[in-house]
């Protein structure tokens, strides 16, 4: 239903195609009737710019159009389609991701697709479907929302990062992805009726996944499962001190006791 001169697609080059015989049955699905025909006259008001194409495609100009709080996820590598600092010479209301560990936002499949895939395995998954993608998309989206771990703050050069502008997906070196992901997926499989086994205490399932990152991790966990059986209340000294106050949090939120 589609008029062949009105399809809009951009390629790498930023080169906009007239017509049905430019654009393969992948492309096509998400054409749409418009008598605009360049990348500068498209991107005008855009709430958002999704790119994985080339360098260099998108402009200040381009950008300066766009309509406010503009999303822009510029994930062309090794270089974007504009680079971060550019977008924030004309914007300073932008929400920006890249493909690259050197911005802030890394959009990186390393933080999604060995999970997915560990959770569907883990329950015979007989597809992956929609609803266990968007599973592990609200999954990846929720870690954004908490406190960062130590290890990530390591990794990162010793800045904890908070939600925000900066900050709005994990990172690639945060463990928690494994022992998080999986089981959203894993559940949404047994939900929507494509699992072929079913994993009946996630809490166990989810410390196994841990286990896997890191083996040493088993030991604490036989001692933390002897302590949940007799909870007690127990005070934690110095309690003004930051990393008292994260042990004290932890032994809460583990249900090890009464903090």
Known sequence: GVKNENIIMCDSKGVIYKGRKNVDQFKSAFA???KLRTLDEAIKDADVFLGLSAKDV???EMVKSMATNPIIFACANPDPEIKPELIQEVRSDAIIATGR???PNQVNNLIGFPYIFRGALDVRAKTINEEMKVAAANAIASLARER???EVVAAMGGERPTYGKEYIIPSTFDPRLISVIPVAVAKAAMESGVARKNIL???VYKDQLT?????SMSLMQGINAKVRRNPKRVIFAEGEDENMLKAAIEFGKNKLGTP
């Open 201 to 203: 205490d996630f809490e």
């Open 148 to 150: 960062v771990p130590d």
């Open 58 to 60: 998108v402009s200040k």
């Open 211 to 215: 286990n896997r990152l890191d083996p």
């Open 32 to 34: 749409i009737d418009t």
């Open 101 to 103: 560990s050197d911005y």
